[in-house]
């Protein structure tokens, strides 16, 4: 299993609030964003494992993995159900372009067919398919060549653009960046730091999933770990000063089932 290279990608964050604000990325990164609209469902939950996949999608699909061929038409390959063919422009027989960063072997390539016949032009995806001019299986096969002079990918290489937590996508300009700034109304740009990250397979399945479910999806995929950390920390902090608060209870009414929030309790009784 080949993996891709990763996309190197420049992430603008507050620390303050340890969100990230947008990220610089090039056509490389913005190539994966755009193929993520194309995946077909049942490709998204193939990749990140039904037990992964959000809403009930993971159960249809491993319903039809466990489905008997005996209750599918003859001619129905479950694999084209459960392995769609994604984004087959991407792919020829000789050269394979692969903006989800997925691992080369789980790409698929579409293969077409025709028939032997001189001038019997229809193509085919199965080679058992009959000719529709002489009836015989269309088994021969025919290489797709991607155009040479076209870009491969969506967008044009030149650009930088500017990705926000979000996902919205747009050309990077001092005024754009300015306006997103703007928008997040940051009290102290003194927490507003520079992050250099590396988006790979990983990063790029999380993505995916994150997604799907969330508005913060950047965020989520870069800097989890560390709101997990902050959230620890947060927790170990709100238990000391419980333990605090508690041991400022006067010890008639730390059994009562109304000091529940000692401080406060405490700030209405002093009232
Ligand atoms: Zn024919």
Known sequence: MTTQKPITLKLLVDKKSNRVL??????????????????????????????????????LYESVENFEDAYMQPNVDKDAILKPVWAASFTSSSSTYNPLLLPSDSVATIKYYKCAQYGHLSITSDPQTQCPYCKSAMSTKINY???????????????????????KVMP????????????????????????????????????????????TALSDVFLWEEIQIEMMQLDAAHDDTEKNCNNNVPPDLSTSTLVMEPGIEGMARED
């Open 172 to 215: 990077m300009s001092a005024i754009s960046s300015i306006s997103v700034l703007k928008g997040f109304n940051i009290p102290d740009l003194s927490y507003v730091q520079e992050m250099e990250v590396e988006f790979g397979t990983k990063e790029g399945m999380k993505l995916l999933k994150t997604a799907l479910q969330s508005k």
């Open 145 to 167: 060549v991607l155009p040479k002079t076209a870009e491969q990918g969506f967008v044009k290489g030149a650009t930088t653009f500017m990705v926000t937590d979000s996902l």
């Open 22 to 59: 947008f990220a610089e990325a090039k056509k490389d990164f913005v190539d994966f964003l755009l193929a993520l609209s194309t995946l077909p469902l049942g490709y998204i939950t193939r990749f990140l494992t039904t037990k992964n996949m959000v809403g009930s999608f993971g159960d």
